[in-house]
């Protein structure tokens, strides 16, 4: 039995998404960093969450109100393998592996179509109130649905997608650990102007 690196097969697995999905290779693998978080239940709630590590138009640096003051808010700088990273992954476990496979690679997809076109460390931003999703979440995972269908009609050895199969309690008795990268939630800076 192996020890299972849910994060190294994750970063390998979005290597080749965002080698073959058109929609998504303007995404740099390089410059994403992938963890994973314990989710508080295996039951409702967020599945991945995505940290972008700048603010719109890729600004390290913005100034804000704060009640009658002015502040200047300023996102962390991670570094991983000595390159700055963009933008950081959450695959909140147990909840993300209780998912079927394809239902975990939709996820995937999800959080990948996040990045911005420019993927300057700033998330896709769509017109409207809903500026994450655009204007229906449905919608936007119906349309990670179909790029996940022709990535699984691309691909032409699924076995790769091995460690997406069966649920916590299966890749347990396959694999004697499984380990991830854990990497505390990024915060923003906040200091005077």
Do not use: W
Request: a positive charge; aromatic letters at 6%.
């Amino acid at each position: 039995m192996s020890t299972l690196n849910l994060t190294g097969e994750l970063e390998r697995l979005i290597r080749d998404i965002t080698a073959r999905i058109p929609q998504l290779q303007h995404v740099m693998p390089d410059r994403l960093l992938v963890c994973v978080s314990t989710g508080r239940t295996t039951r409702g709630g967020s599945l991945a969450k995505i940290h972008p590590l700048r603010f719109a138009g890729g600004e390290r640096s913005v100034k804000a109100r704060r009640g009658r003051r002015s502040v200047l808010c300023t996102m962390p700088t991670i570094k991983h393998q000595g390159e700055e990273m963009l933008y950081v992954i959450y695959f909140l476990v147990p909840r993300f592996l209780e998912l079927p496979q394809r239902e975990k690679l939709i996820t995937i997809f999800h959080e990948l179509y996040h990045i911005s076109p420019a993927c300057d460390g700033d998330i896709r931003r769509f017109p409207g109130r809903n500026y994450a999703h655009g204007s229906s979440t449905k919608s936007y995972n119906l349309l990670m649905g179909k790029l996940v269908d022709a990535y699984l009609e691309m691909i032409p050895e699924h076995s790769a997608l091995d460690f997406l199969e069966g649920d916590l309690a299966s890749l347990r008795s396959r694999h004697k650990a499984i380990v991830g990268r854990r990497l505390q939630a990024p915060r923003i800076s906040i200091t005077p102007a």
